[in-house]
């Protein structure tokens, strides 16, 4: 045949067009597909019913636990009458609100008319109330997601029952009522995440007015963690820095000793972000260098609710009209390369001792958006220039000040006050850093290490795992689960002491006798969970046990690549460990 646009002289009579169908598939393909991560599935919801005017939503988990379980999501917003259920809940990727930018005077949240898809991702079957605002009827329409899996069919061959019901005029606002789970909510830990996600929807010093979320869970939960205004004011130090006209950047810097620094620099290229501000405020988790820092005592009740924050909430979070972009300041997501940098420069923070938050908005950072699959915003020229931004404020501007407030530390010469702001900050991208997503980790902490020290031994066999170099990992992860079992003992037993140390030799006993030690002892911690923690660790640990004297010893044995570390379940031990410790 020849090419069509060869074929000039043919005779063409135009014949009933051709349309795109839509495969039942996509809703797969846009919920569970696409909001994977629970959390967000239900940050997804509360949006929307911010976003429908409503002054509160609540969630409620409590039958999760129970057989029949269910997740409810209720609000008091505007409803849909049938027609918005029609045109705006039924039509997919609907772009409604981006067009219109604000209800009252909320600005609107969504913009790609996928997220009640979450419903999609948390359950097999969800049921939908909807009662309009001063209307009579309101709805109820029933969803079961398998439907749109069946062979060959299209979205809207699917028939949802949908029913009209009575209601009070003075009654408004949707209820969303999922069964049949996706996911796990049963464990504390899925709570409590869950919890600090929506602690954290909204930024700490900035709460939204008029909307409330509250939340039901099972009676278990004790206390959901808790991020407050004040914890922001308990910073050694904090920084704010605010981008105009992509080169200007004014800077607040203040101590918790009470001294103030204020400045502006300009940037020696311009950011294409769009205006951005910057909070950053700097802990010190330890007692020994907050005092060495500040030069007095931290009590002891700070001490414990700053590192209690930081260990739920720490790191740089992104906030977008107020609300949270996740993964940007999730645990692992070092976005802006911090501690791969703090390495390099001690005046430089790590993540986990510092909360952060860079504020953006849809009117002044339009080039900034979200991934449809919500896992984080699309990797543009512009958001670079916003990391840039923020690793500048950080490189350039919070570790100048804070090693001059630092000077009898550092060492660093006193600059002349205002002499090197003349000259245009580099705008820093020390390390790149693309990914929100976690790096592939060996090792992750699951608890609290006993020391400090542990954190960096953590970065380094990270490090070492990430760039292939999988015996230097695995010799550094036998010093730290070497070490932590050793700490476990030394704290349970500390006037046990044949039980961790070899008095005739005066050295500390070897690995095998320390491991073989915590077994023994695992009926003498008292406590049910750390014997079971134990035993599961004792059955693990055989084969990390053995080839960790194997390998140091000849030179002939050694990892070839960096999967062969899979069978030594590493990352387990460590967690298994940290729980052991952090339960004592
Ligand atoms: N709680 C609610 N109350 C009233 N209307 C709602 C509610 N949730 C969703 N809607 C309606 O359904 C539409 C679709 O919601 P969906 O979350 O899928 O898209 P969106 O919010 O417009 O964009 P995004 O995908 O960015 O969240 C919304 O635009 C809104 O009109
Ligand atoms: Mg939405």
């Not at 919920?31 to 940050?43: C, F, H, T, W």
């Not at 931004?389 to 090693?403: E, H, K, N, P, Y």
């Not at 053995?546 to 960096?562: C, G, I, Q, S």
Request: proline share 4%; with cysteine.
């Amino acid at each position: 045949m020849r090419n069509p646009q060869d074929q000039k002289n043919l005779q063409e009579t135009s014949i009933e067009p051709l349309r795109f169908d839509v495969s039942g598939n996509l809703i797969r393909k846009f919920g569970r597909e696409s909001i994977s991560n629970k959390n967000v599935a239900i940050l997804e919801l509360i949006k929307n019913s911010y976003d429908a005017g409503a002054a509160k939503m609540e969630i409620d988990f409590s039958s999760v636990n129970t057989k029949d379980a269910l997740i409810s999501v209720s609000d008091n917003g505007d409803g849909m009458d049938y027609q918005d259920l029609k045109n705006k809940w039924m039509r997919i990727a609907s772009q409604f609100k981006s067009k219109k930018l604000k209800n009252g005077d909320r600005t609107f949240i969504g913009e790609k008319g996928i997220g009640r898809l979450s419903a999609e991702s948390l359950g097999k079957i969800a049921t939908l109330f909807s009662f309009p605002k001063g209307k009579d009827t309101g709805y109820k329409v029933i969803f079961d997601w398998n439907k749109y899996q069946d062979e060959n069919v299209l979205v809207n061959d699917v028939d949802n029952p949908t029913s009209q019901i009575k209601k009070k005029k003075s009654d408004h606002g949707l209820r969303l009522e999922i069964k049949d789970l996706n996911h796990d909510w049963n464990m504390q830990e899925a709570q409590i995440e869950l919890l600090a996600d929506v602690g954290i929807l909204n930024p700490p010093n900035k709460p939204v007015r008029d909307f409330k979320v509250s939340a039901k869970f099972t009676p278990s939960l004790m206390a959901a963690p808790k991020i407050k205004k004040e914890f922001l004011g308990k910073a050694v130090y904090s920084l704010k820095t605010r981008l105009t006209g992509g080169s200007l950047i004014r800077y607040e810097f203040s101590s918790i000793k009470g001294k103030k620094k204020e400045g502006n620099r300009t940037t020696d290229r311009k950011l294409k972000c769009g205006d951005a501000v910057f909070e950053l405020y700097f802990y010190y988790k330890s007692p020994k260098y907050f005092e060495q820092a500040v030069g007095k005592k931290i009590s002891a009740i700070d001490s414990k609710e700053i590192s209690k924050t930081l260990e739920h909430f720490s790191g740089i979070k992104l906030y977008r009209d107020n609300f949270r972009v996740k993964p940007y300041g999730d645990p692992k997501s070092d976005w802006i390369g911090l501690d791969i940098a703090a390495h390099n420069n001690s005046m430089y923070p790590r993540n986990d001792a510092i909360f952060g938050m860079v504020h953006i908005s849809k009117s002044k950072n339009p080039a900034i958006v979200d991934t449809t699959t919500r896992e984080g915003v699309i990797f543009t020229d512009e958001f670079q220039d916003l990391i840039a931004f923020v690793q500048t404020s950080i490189f350039g501007i919070f570790a100048d000040l804070r090693s001059e407030f630092e000077s009898h530390k550092t060492k660093a010469r006193k600059k002349k006050n205002g002499a090197k702001n003349k000259t245009p900050i580099h705008v820093v991208v020390p390390v790149p850093t693309a990914s929100p997503q976690p790096p592939d980790t060996l090792v992750e902490i699951g608890g609290k290490y006993p020391e400090n020290f542990y954190n960096q031994l953590q970065d380094e066999i990270n490090i070492c795992f990430e760039h292939n170099h999988p015996n230097a990992a695995f010799f550094l992860c036998r010093k730290m689960i070497e070490n932590l079992v050793f700490n476990i003992l030394e704290k349970k037993f500390s006037t046990h002491v044949d039980l961790w140390y070899d008095q005739k030799r005066k050295i500390r006993h070897k690995f095998s006798v320390l491991i073989q030690n915590l077994y023994a002892e695992r009926t003498n911690f008292g406590k049910p969970n750390i014997k079971t923690y134990i035993e599961k660790f004792n059955n693990e640990v055989g084969p990390f046990r053995k080839e960790a004297n194997t390998k140091a010893h000849y030179v002939f044995e050694y990892l070839a690549d960096k999967k062969e570390l899979g069978k030594f379940k590493i990352k387990d031990l460590v967690q298994l460990l940290a729980k052991i410790y952090d339960n004592i």
